[in-house]
């Protein structure tokens, strides 16, 4: 997450997230899954810009770019507007908790598809709390705006970490690990979107979950062959049932020269690990040309 803080108000870049490694642990007694998750920022980016608004309300418009868009057969094309965005309403929640009774003008510029496994809903939702609370000059330290994020998503607190993380629990336990380096990849979204609710209620528990720490070991290690074969993500069979998209993209990456290649959260945005940025480069052109959906090349991020 990059921020800004200018004379007229305060803008933030908001960058999706890859999973590297995701397995479910258990069901838990309030509906949602135990997982253990290697994530990383990157450099894929939503705009959140922030200012005063001199009337007390909050008042809230989306733009919303060609990469962020879907063929809209499942909605998921639609980004939620008014209340119903977690922008809006991660700015209620700091101002309820902070109380005040200051207003803001906020506009999102959406590049990050929704419904694509890529976090762009919570990475706005943390944004919108940085972008907030330095608008509002509250400054409050990241520590306490955590807990509003767990409130928001099981992702945001992630996106608050500000670079690689384990997260468990549903998500909101966050243990951050280093970025030895930068590391390159390609994401291919086709036109079609899935239902994270969905994918997670067809899933499996496995009898005997994979652990973290090999591909943990691998990454803080800069070992990019080892992490290649690693990858791993419990939901991609069950999301591969429910969207014909998937398993055309893993055979697509299978077809090419990468390092290893798998879906992200619970889809349908695909990613490949390449060797380095020019690779990430010739690869995304040779995507393009396919026709399969957006596609871009992009590198681990702080």
């Not at 803080?220 to 069950?238: V, Y």
Request: aromatic fraction near 8%.
């Amino acid at each position: 997450m990059y921020v800004y803080q200018k004379t007229e108000g305060v803008v933030v870049q908001a960058p999706a997230k890859l999973n590297l490694f995701l397995e479910l642990l258990g069901k838990r007694p309030d509906g949602y899954h135990e997982i253990e998750t290697l994530m990383v920022p990157i450099s894929w980016y939503d705009t959140v810009l922030f200012h005063l608004d001199p009337n007390g309300g909050i008042r809230f418009r989306c733009k919303v770019l060609a990469s962020a868009q879907n063929d809209g057969s499942d909605g998921s094309s639609c980004v939620p507007e008014g209340a119903d965005n977690l922008v809006v309403q991660a700015v209620a929640l700091l101002r309820k908790a902070a109380g005040i009774e200051a207003g803001a003008q906020i506009e999102l510029v959406k590049r990050i598809p929704p419904k694509a496994g890529l976090g762009g809903g919570s990475s706005d939702a943390a944004a919108a709390l940085v972008g907030a609370n330095l608008l509002w000059k509250l400054y409050w330290p990241t520590e306490a705006l955590l807990p509003l994020a767990a409130q928001l998503g099981s992702d945001v607190p992630f996106f608050l970490a500000g670079g690689p993380a384990i997260c468990r629990g549903r998500g909101e336990l966050v243990q951050p690990i280093r970025l030895p380096g930068n590391w390159h990849f390609v994401v291919v979204h086709p036109s079609a979107g899935l239902s994270t609710a969905e994918v997670y209620r067809h899933c499996q528990i496995p009898e005997s979950p994979r652990c973290v720490e090999p591909i943990q070991r691998a990454w803080e290690n800069g070992n990019k062959a080892a992490l290649g074969e690693l990858l791993w993500n419990r939901l991609q069979p069950t999301a591969e049932k429910l969207c014909p998209w998937i398993s055309r993209l893993r055979e697509c990456f299978a077809q090419e020269d990468v390092l290893g290649h798998q879906l992200t959260g619970s889809g349908t945005g695909y990613f490949a690990l390449c060797r380095h940025a020019r690779h990430a480069r010739r690869l995304a052109q040779r995507l393009h040309a396919t026709g399969l959906g957006t596609v871009v090349a992009v590198h681990s991020c702080r």
